[in-house]
């Protein structure tokens, strides 16, 4: 028989009280926006066909709260990742209410990552050696970080516009993210990993209403804290490296990248694509990867699985071959990017040469 240990049990009981949680406040939730009326209605660049209600990231964000002041210590600086949290979680609610500009949305990414950075000193210190930079020098580690922070964030949050699309990613990421802090991340970075099981049990409590066909969505109130959560395990995950016997050693930039591959190799597609066609990167379209996916045949929940299997294997693959340094593998991750989009380019043109073909 397998003993389990003190915190071994903690972490999961967090999990499962997280997901009973969430699990149990979605149909409330779904109740409350029938009768107040607030649906995502379908548009031009939907894939729902029906008015749908938002404001799932609200039983998320309940089950992960609850959960992580409950089981969790709250030491280095998971308190102030909660006052992030609650900060954009009311930038999010707002916005699935009444609509939040792009450059509010931006102050308020900018007032969370100033709180885990300057008040718990969540930064990134050294870049590990890539393109020979060791440690960075401070205003260029708080610029970096608030970068990645960003990025991240809105990565996680355009990336949820299929069913059960985003919470299956950030299932994975923050599962991942939680196995190597909670592992080797010693106790300063154990209460990161009950912040990543945590949202893992929020998560699966969120999918059972959220897969096709969709009961509700996570709307901006979930995918941006999500996205913020995420951010933040990324960075303590890759400031492992700098310490002695981690097993990815150096590598951890480009592991870190390739746990969160699909969203942001779908970013920076759909902003390159539209900068390229002279707009904003910030306007909406049917461009990204899973409305490609779609357009070649595949179901939402194939599409799904697809690009869950996809990050977990680029995931996978990479962290196999760690000993070959960040260099190599972020090189092989932006070639496999641009393969990827060469190949759904080609896709997408031999399927309107067949639409005008057939008309």
Not at 8 to 24: R, V
Not at 303 to 326: D, P, Q, R
């Amino acid at each position: 028989m397998y003993a389990i240990s003190t915190g071994g049990l903690q972490l999961l009981l967090a999990a499962l009280w997280a997901l009973l949680i969430s699990l149990f406040a979605v149909p409330s939730i779904i109740y409350v926006a029938h009768h107040r009326n607030l649906f995502d209605a379908p548009n031009g660049r939907s894939v729902h066909t029906q008015p749908t209600p938002r404001l799932g990231g609200v039983a998320v964000l309940a089950g992960f709260l609850s959960a992580l002041t409950i089981f969790a210590p709250l030491a280095g600086g998971v308190q102030y990742l909660l006052a992030g949290c609650l900060l954009l979680f009311f930038v999010g609610l707002k916005d699935d209410l009444v609509t939040v500009s792009v450059a509010k949305k931006f102050v308020g990414q900018l007032l969370a990552s100033g709180v885990v950075m300057l008040m718990a000193d969540v930064r990134l210190t050294s870049l590990q050696g890539l393109l020979g930079i060791g440690t960075l020098p401070l205003g260029v580690s708080y610029g970096l970080t608030f970068l990645v922070i960003v990025g991240i964030t809105n990565a996680i949050n355009l990336i949820d516009g299929l069913d059960g699309l985003a919470g299956t990613l950030v299932l994975l990421s923050s599962g991942t993210l939680g196995y190597y802090l909670y592992q080797y991340g010693g106790e300063s970075a154990g209460s990161y990993a009950f912040a990543a099981v945590c949202l893992m049990g929020g998560i699966v409590g969120f999918l059972r209403y959220n897969f096709h066909k969709a009961n509700i969505f996570m709307g901006d109130t979930g995918s941006l804290v999500c996205g913020f959560i995420v951010a933040v395990l990324a960075i303590k995950f890759v400031e492992l490296g700098n310490g002695p016997a981690q097993p990815l050693g150096s590598a951890t930039p480009a592991v870190a990248l390739a746990i969160l591959f699909v969203p942001l190799f779908d970013t920076s597609r759909v902003f390159l694509v539209r900068i390229l066609a002279g707009k904003s990167p910030f306007a909406p379209d049917k461009n990204h990867v899973h409305h490609r996916v779609l357009a070649l045949g595949f179901s939402q929940i194939g599409t799904v699985l697809l690009l869950g299997l996809l990050n977990a294997a680029v995931t996978g693959l990479v962290i196999a071959y760690a000993h070959l340094g960040s260099l190599v593998l972020i090189g092989g991750l932006v070639a496999l990017g641009v393969g990827l989009s060469l190949l759904l380019e080609a896709a997408q043109s031999r399927a309107v040469r067949r639409q005008l073909a057939a008309a």
